[in-house]
């Protein structure tokens, strides 16, 4: 099984700031996802993250807004950009081609 | 839009088996069904996938009808620590994303 870290765990940000999330696998993968949690729904998939190639975005995410970057099998970040309250969410990536998993999530709260 | 209809929420007794159903009536062929857990404030947890055969792991059982419309997830000894909520989700195996719907709560009473 992989095993997947994000960084930071949580982070308490301004409004019109931006949060880069880092995630990483201890193991190579080609896809990598990146999902969102608003509080109290279920996870909403935002992109889908390539090595080499640009992130795939789902309806409703664009990449003006999550700019994400994949630079190697092991590694993405996905930035949350011009940040208002409405970004408040958790915040996950997941890899696996079987088994999918998922890291801890981080917890961004915009004020 | 999620493919998998599973009622909200549940209640089962600690010892006990609980049985949390779910309906993936449109469900492809090469469609796996897929089975994770969030228990509060951390990420996905992956329990048990199959294909149309029963499945048994650690964690769970997975059994899939005939016609792999419907199945059902198993945990045959629930304790207070499978409080969470559970999402059954159909996929093609490989590099594809989780589609999660809406998920069952379940509340796993002393």
């Known amino acids: 099984s992989a095993v997947i870290s994000q960084k930071p765990s949580r982070d308490i940000c301004q409004r019109g700031t931006s949060l880069t999330i880092q995630c990483q696998v201890d193991?190579?993968?080609?896809?990598m996802f990146w999902y969102r949690q608003q509080p109290g729904q279920s996870l909403t998939l935002i992109a889908t993250?390539?090595?080499?190639?640009?992130?795939?975005?789902e309806s409703g995410f664009v990449i003006d807004k999550f700019p994400i970057s994949r630079p190697n099998l092991t590694f993405s970040t996905l930035t949350v950009s011009n940040m208002s309250p409405e970004d408040s969410s958790i915040y996950l990536c997941?890899?696996?081609?079987?088994?999918?998993?998922f890291g801890p999530g981080t917890r961004l709260t915009v004020l | 839009d999620a493919k998998t209809t599973q009622p909200p929420s549940m209640d089962c007794a600690e010892g006990r088996a609980a049985n949390l159903p779910c309906n993936h009536s449109t469900i492809s062929g090469n469609e796996y069904v897929y089975w994770y857990r969030q228990i509060h404030s951390q990420g996905p947890q992956y329990i048990i996938h199959g294909l149309k055969n029963n499945e048994t792991n650690e964690m769970a059982s997975l059994i899939i009808t005939e016609d792999r419309k419907s199945s059902t997830l198993i945990l045959p000894h629930a304790t207070l620590r499978d409080t969470a909520v559970y999402y059954c989700?159909?996929?093609?195996?490989?590099?594809?994303?989780?589609?999660f719907g809406k998920g069952t709560r379940l509340s796993v009473i002393a």
């Open positions: 989700i159909v996929r093609v195996e490989g590099n594809t994303p989780l589609v």
């Open positions: 997941s890899a696996g081609e079987y088994e999918q998993f």
């Open positions: 193991s190579q993968v080609t896809m």
């Open positions: 993250a390539n090595q080499g190639s640009e992130a795939t975005y």
